[in-house]
């Protein structure tokens, strides 16, 4: 609960469509204008006004800045181009020599900035396949940050925020957390001991798959001051206009999330008892102590799950068979959507570090979308009885 000029503190959903308030700006519109121009006025030579030029500050981005950070109930956030956008800007922290622990099942596209840019860089990287079981022994005295996503993607495994976060800080270390499959409605990685968030706002934020955006968050002001610094030199700022955008999408994004979240629980009882699956993933599914971690860290599992089919199924008949879900990369939009992880969304991981992760080609990433749950169950069943044939 975050208090924004209110007598009381507004809950979660309130604050997504409220975040924004109307009785601050000019003309009381309630949908936030969208300042265009790229350089302000002076006051004279000697003052500037509160915003000089676009890459270094917008009041759209702004707003959209300040609705992010009190969402996450957090000092600081900034807007950037993309999800990618945003983590590069957070491992500009990084010198040549230092080193990195990072969960081995990340994004894809995480992943390849990892092994292309660190080498680049002279930053080493440990790949861990469980950051549960992250010990002393570990660190290295020049590991500067640990980087984890949980629930992982596409496998769906759970990591303790609060247990890495101690050992980090333990060895003087960050705790950055991808917390983009989660959103902040979900879970709040700083308050559970994170240091920085970073999120893809293309996904859930933007909820409308139109949309590329991405965040960093975080509560330390050095730190703050640092991505401010890096934010405005390197130059991905999110634009005006996709600022807007995230205002607009973010106003619906608890309730789209709670109709995501049933609709899951639904397919997940489908797939479970579908002859065509031999096994369906989802936060918890690994283990009790990863099932009760996620309890105790999120409200919540989202709208993914991932299921494996078994050998005789036909996936090129299933994509082919769908009638309304669309094979797709990306998530977090209104429509359902399907991807084979393998070739779609971790193409850039060598088929050995997949299989240590257990992605197969038998593995489908499902995102739920909006639709009614009928049409979903329909479509998925109809699919797989045909991919089975
Ligand atoms: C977990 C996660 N992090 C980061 C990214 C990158 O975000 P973007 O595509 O907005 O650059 C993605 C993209 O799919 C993602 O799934």
């Known amino acids: 609960m975050v208090k924004v000029e209110t007598d009381h503190a507004l809950a979660f959903d309130s604050l997504t469509v409220q975040g924004v308030p109307a009785r601050k700006n000019e003309y009381g519109a309630i949908m936030p204008p969208i300042f265009l121009s790229t350089t302000y006025r002076f006051k004279d030579i000697d003052h500037q006004g509160a915003y000089e030029y676009i890459r270094t500050q917008n009041p759209t981005r702004q707003k959209a800045e300040n609705l992010v950070a009190r969402l996450e109930g957090a000092k600081h956030a900034y807007g950037f181009t993309s999800g990618m956008a945003a983590l590069s800007t957070i491992f500009e922290l990084l010198a040549p020599g230092d080193h990195v622990i990072s969960s081995s099942n990340i994004y894809g596209g995480t992943y390849r900035y990892f092994i292309d840019f660190f080498?680049?860089?002279?930053?080493?990287?440990?790949?861990?396949?469980?950051?549960?079981?992250?010990?002393?022994?570990?660190?290295?005295?020049?590991?500067?940050?640990?980087?984890?996503?949980?629930?992982?993607?596409?496998?769906?495994?759970?990591?303790?925020?609060?247990?890495?976060?101690?050992?980090?800080?333990?060895?003087?270390?960050?705790?950055?957390?991808?917390?983009?499959?989660?959103?902040?409605?979900?879970?709040?990685?700083?308050?559970l001991g994170a240091d920085v968030v970073a999120y893809s706002a293309t996904k859930f934020y933007g909820g409308h798959a139109d949309l590329s955006a991405g965040f960093i968050v975080c509560n330390n002001d050095s730190l703050a001051e640092k991505f401010a610094f890096y934010q405005n030199t390197l130059g991905a700022t999110l634009s005006p206009f996709d600022s807007y955008t995230l205002i607009r999408g973010t106003k619906?994004?608890?309730?789209?999330?709670?109709?995501?979240?049933?609709?899951?629980?639904?397919?997940?009882?489908?797939?479970?008892?579908?002859?065509?699956?031999?096994?369906?993933?989802?936060?918890?599914?690994?283990?009790?102590?990863?099932?009760?971690?996620?309890?105790?860290?999120?409200?919540g599992l989202g709208a993914c799950l991932s299921f494996e089919v078994e050998p005789e199924v036909d996936l090129g008949v299933f994509f082919d068979a769908l009638q309304m879900i669309d094979l797709a990369v990306s998530l977090g939009g209104v429509e359902s959507l399907v991807c084979q992880p393998k070739t779609m969304t971790h193409e850039p991981y060598p088929d050995e570090a997949l299989a240590k992760i257990g992605v197969t080609d038998r593995l489908v990433r499902f995102v739920v979308g909006i639709e009614n749950k009928t049409d979903l169950i329909w479509d998925m069943t109809q699919a797989l009885d045909k991919a089975r044939q």
């Open 119 to 191: 080498q680049k860089k002279q930053i080493s990287c440990q790949f861990q396949t469980d950051l549960n079981q992250l010990s002393d022994s570990d660190f290295e005295p020049n590991t500067k940050i640990v980087f984890l996503e949980t629930p992982a993607n596409p496998t769906l495994r759970v990591i303790d925020i609060a247990h890495v976060a101690e050992l980090a800080h333990a060895h003087g270390a960050l705790l950055v957390v991808d917390n983009t499959f989660m959103t902040s409605y979900l879970q709040k990685p700083l308050s």
């Open 252 to 299: 619906t994004m608890a309730l789209r999330l709670d109709r995501q979240q049933e609709n899951l629980k639904y397919l997940r009882e489908t797939l479970d008892k579908h002859p065509a699956v031999a096994r369906v993933l989802y936060p918890g599914w690994y283990s009790s102590t990863e099932a009760a971690i996620q309890q105790k860290q999120a409200n």
